[in-house]
């Protein structure tokens, strides 16, 4: 699928990238696309360069927005759980306002009865992508909830607390600009108020829209560079993993959600030397280049061995851990750094995509548990596995065919 992204540089709109914007909007616009409000007709541009927070990403399309868009600056996950007296049709009633709601605010409009629609004004690439718990599935269609959609399995390095456990309800609010994030939130939860109720707010964040080279990978708060070996969007291969190929109907074409938060011990990680925090991920911290490697995308080699005849990436290192020599175990990060000011915990919103979370994700999961020198440092304490439903076209609403049986 083709991803025209002109316009998200926060420099003047090329002329390619207002055609693209134009064309986009005909055909009825594809997922993740960004477009500028503007036209095919408009002249090229020839004042100040146009603000980035005017790039838009259509809610509308095969796939949900907020997976294959490149990573925005700042996410706020919403998990909320439906009420008790909350029915199927109560279901479909709040999913379709939401939609309505995100429809309008990724275009950079108020929503309906917005008392600040100014604040939206600005959508900086804002997505909403809808992720649905075992809870929601079961109260519309029992029948159809894949067999993946449940807990995963304990892990002995696991400290899970229920205040960031499973909910009913994800909503993942992406925008380079936290004020719109902000805004769009409390849209959200004012209209899904009458159906439901807040477990939790997580937020997190990368660097700031422009702080670094548009396709910089992001670094985490331990200093990593963390998401080089990663699936491509728009690749066969991204597709092939990502996208669900089987399962039920509802669900073609879309994917799952695991999300861990994972607290991360700064003050005993900063007691290390650098060699041995490169040794724990097995990649240097200067350039997240791999240990037996010179620059980033060097393939790591597991076999190079030093002068004492000791793997160079070791046995315990991360990478070595979290690659398997199956490349069906594989899955799509897109997470984010977060930070509690107020408890002084900071550490990593683990997000990750992947047609089927047992059979790619678990796994990898799995060894890291046996063996990653990287757990001494690293506690997940929140975990939880959403449904994530394909797009929807306009007038329609995502998980709409929940109900067509
Ligand atoms: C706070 C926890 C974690 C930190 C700080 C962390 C950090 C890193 C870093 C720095 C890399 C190397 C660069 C890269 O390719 O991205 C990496 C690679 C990777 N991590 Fe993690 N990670 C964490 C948790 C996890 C978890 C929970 C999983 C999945 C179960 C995972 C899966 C992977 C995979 C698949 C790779 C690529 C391995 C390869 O080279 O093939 N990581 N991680």
């Given amino acids: 699928m083709s991803r025209p992204r002109e316009g998200t540089g ?32 408009e002249p090229e541009p020839t004042g100040p360069p146009r603000p980035h927070g005017e790039g838009s990403v259509s809610f509308h399309g095969t796939r949900q927005a907020g997976i294959e868009t490149p990573p925005q600056a700042n996410v706020r996950l919403l998990g909320l759980d439906l009420n008790a007296d909350t029915d199927a049709e109560g279901v479909r009633r709040l999913l379709s306002l939401l939609g309505d709601d995100v429809a309008r605010l990724s275009r950079g409009e108020g ?7 100014e604040l939206a004004a600005v959508p ?57 994030v902000a805004h769009a939130a409390r849209v959200l939860l004012r209209d899904a108020r009458a159906h439901t109720r807040v477990r939790w707010i997580q937020d997190g964040f990368r660097r700031a829209h422009g702080s670094e080279r548009d396709g910089t990978t992001m670094r985490n708060l331990m200093g ?21 190929e089987d399962g039920p109907g509802w669900l073609a074409g879309g994917t799952s959600l695991v999300l861990r938060r994972i607290a991360t011990h700064l003050d005993t990680w900063e ?33 190079a061995t030093d002068a004492g005849g000791l793997t160079v990436i070791a046995d315990f290192a991360h990478i070595r ?26 550490g990593l919103l683990f997000v990750c995509f992947q047609s089927d979370p047992v059979r790619r994700f678990v796994p990898i999961q799995r060894r890291l548990d046996e063996l990653d020198l990287l757990n001494e440092w690293v506690t997940a ?3 939880a596995v959403y449904a994530v439903p394909p797009g929807c076209a306009e007038g329609g609403f995502v998980g709409e065919g929940l109900w067509k049986g």
């Fill in 10 to 41: 926060g420099g003047r709109w090329s002329r390619r990238g207002v055609l693209l914007a134009g064309a986009t909007a005909g055909v009825g616009a594809l997922s993740g696309a960004v477009v500028a409000r503007s036209t095919a007709t």
């Fill in 111 to 117: 929503a309906l009865a917005d008392t600040e629609p």
């Fill in 124 to 180: 900086a690439r804002l997505t909403v992508t809808f992720g649905f718990g075992r809870g929601l599935v079961e109260r519309v269609a029992p029948d159809a909830v894949p067999a993946w959609l449940t807990d995963l399995p304990g892990f002995d390095h696991d400290a899970l607390r229920s205040e960031w456990g499973q909910t009913d309800l994800l909503l993942q609010v992406c925008s380079d600009d936290p004020v719109t």
């Fill in 224 to 244: 990593q560079v963390d998401g080089t070996v990663n699936p491509a969007p728009g690749t066969e291969d991204f597709d092939h993993l990502v996208w669900s």
């Fill in 271 to 303: 007691e290390l030397d650098r060699p041995a925090r490169e040794a724990v991920v097995g990649r240097r911290l200067a350039d997240g280049s791999p240990l037996t490697g010179e620059s980033e995308h060097d393939a790591p080699d597991f076999a």
């Fill in 321 to 346: 851990r979290a690659r398997s020599e199956d490349p069906e175990e594989r899955v799509f990060r897109r997470g984010y750094n977060y930070e509690d000011p107020a408890s002084g915990e900071s």
């Fill in 381 to 383: 304490v929140g975990s």
